[in-house]
C-alpha cells in the first residue's frame, strides 16, 4: 500500500501533461480532446484547470516529457493506431520489458469493465504486466490464453501468464491445454479437432481486447532462451526471412507468415483468428523489438501500441507501412 500514493499522482500527473499537450500544443478544442482520450469534456477541462494550478503549464508543456507524447502521436498517425503509449527509454532489453510490461497493465487496468474477454499471449513484457492489475474490481471477467503450453516449465509459461493474471482479477481463465509446439502439421489439426479446444477457439475469436506481445529472430527471444524451441532453428528461421514472432507465428519484414515448418506446428490461436479481435494492443520494447513490431504492425489491425521511446523511434525511423 505504501507505494499506490506516488503510482496515483504520476498517473494524474500524466493525464494533466497529456491535455495539455493536446490543448496548448496540437491546439484541440476541449471536444476533441475528449475524444483523442476516450473520456468527457468535463474531466478535459478538470485536467487542464489542475495543470495550470500545478504548474504543469507555464510557458510550456512540462512534467512526464512531451517528447514522449510526440512520439506517441507520431505513431498513431504513422501506423493508424487508436492509441499509442510510450515509456523513457530503458538502459537494455531486460529493463525495457518491466517498463512496457507495467505500462501495458496499467493501459489494460483503464480498460476493465464487467464481462469483458481478454485474449493474452505471453512472454516476459506481458508477465510485468499483472501487477498493476492487482485491486481490480470487474465481475465476469474471463481470461483466455492464446497459446499452448510448456511440458517443461521455466520462468515463462504462455500457460502461468494467463493464470497468473485471471489470479488477479478474480476471473475465470480458459486455457489451450496442449503443448505450444506439437510433432507436426497432422497433429496440430487433430488437437483442433477436439471439442474443447474448438470452444476454446471461438471463445478467443469473441474476445472484446487481446493482450500480445512479440518476439525477435535472435538467440536472446524468450523462446529460445527458456528453450521452448532449439537455437538450431535461428539458422533455418534466417533463411527463410523472419523478423519475428507473433504468437509463436513467425513473419516477416512485411508481416507475411513465413514458410517455416514451426508454423505448421504451433499450438495458438491463429493470425486469422486474432485479426477479428476489435481491440488489439501490443506491447514489446526495446530496439530488439522493432522489426518484429513493425512486423506485426502489417500483419494485424492493432489499435494499441504500448512500447518504450527506444522502439518507437526505430519504428519511425523506418518506412511507411503497409498497415492490416
Known amino acids: 500500500m505504501a507505494d499506490a500514493a506516488p503510482t496515483a499522482a504520476t498517473a494524474a500527473r500524466d493525464l494533466q501533461v497529456r491535455a495539455a499537450w493536446f490543448y496548448y500544443v496540437e491546439g484541440l478544442t476541449q471536444e476533441e480532446i475528449a475524444r483523442a482520450m476516450d473520456i468527457s469534456r468535463a474531466k478535459v477541462v478538470r485536467l487542464l484547470v489542475a495543470a495550470r494550478s500545478e504548474g504543469v503549464v507555464r510557458l510550456e ?54 464481462g469483458l474477454v481478454l485474449g493474452v499471449g505471453w512472454g516476459a513484457t ?27 516449465s521455466r520462468a515463462v509459461n ?66 529460445f532462451r527458456e528453450e521452448v524451441l532449439p537455437r538450431s532453428y535461428l539458422t533455418s528461421l534466417a533463411a527463410a526471412s523472419a523478423a519475428g514472432d507473433l504468437l509463436c507465428h513467425f513473419l516477416d519484414a512485411d508481416g507475411r507468415t513465413v514458410d517455416h515448418p514451426v508454423n505448421r506446428r504451433v499450438m495458438a490461436v491463429s493470425l ?36 518504450d521511446a527506444t522502439a518507437a523511434r526505430g519504428l519511425l525511423e523506418q518506412g511507411p507501412a503497409e498497415v492490416a
Open 158 to 223: 504462455p500457460a502461468a501468464v494467463a493464470r497468473r493474471m485471471a489470479d488477479v482479477l478474480r476471473a475465470e481463465c480458459y486455457q489451450l491445454t496442449a503443448p505450444l509446439i506439437v510433432a507436426d502439421e497432422l497433429t496440430r489439426e487433430g488437437l483442433w479437432r477436439e471439442p474443447g479446444l474448438r470452444e476454446l477457439r471461438e471463445r478467443a475469436r469473441r474476445a472484446d481486447i487481446a493482450l500480445v506481445s512479440v518476439g525477435d529472430a535472435s538467440a536472446e527471444a524468450t523462446l
Open 61 to 114: 508543456v512540462a512534467g512526464r516529457g512531451g517528447d514522449l507524447i510526440a512520439l506517441e502521436r507520431a505513431l498513431v498517425a504513422r501506423y493508424g493506431l487508436a492509441e499509442a503509449v510510450v515509456t523513457p527509454a530503458c538502459a537494455d532489453d531486460r529493463e525495457a520489458a518491466a517498463a512496457v510490461g507495467h505500462a501495458a497493465g496499467t493501459y489494460l487496468r483503464s480498460q476493465l469493465r464487467d
Open 126 to 152: 506481458l508477465t510485468m504486466a499483472v501487477a498493476p492489475l492487482e485491486g481490480v474490481a470487474a465481475e465476469g471477467v474471463a481470461v483466455v490464453s492464446l497459446l499452448g503450453g510448456m511440458t517443461h
Open 272 to 307: 486469422e483468428d486474432l485479426r477479428r479481435v476489435p481491440r488489439i494492443v501490443v506491447a514489446s520494447g526495446g530496439r530488439r523489438k522493432v522489426d518484429a513490431l513493425r512486423a506485426a504492425l502489417q500483419a494485424v489491425p492493432v489499435r494499441v501500441l504500448v512500447t
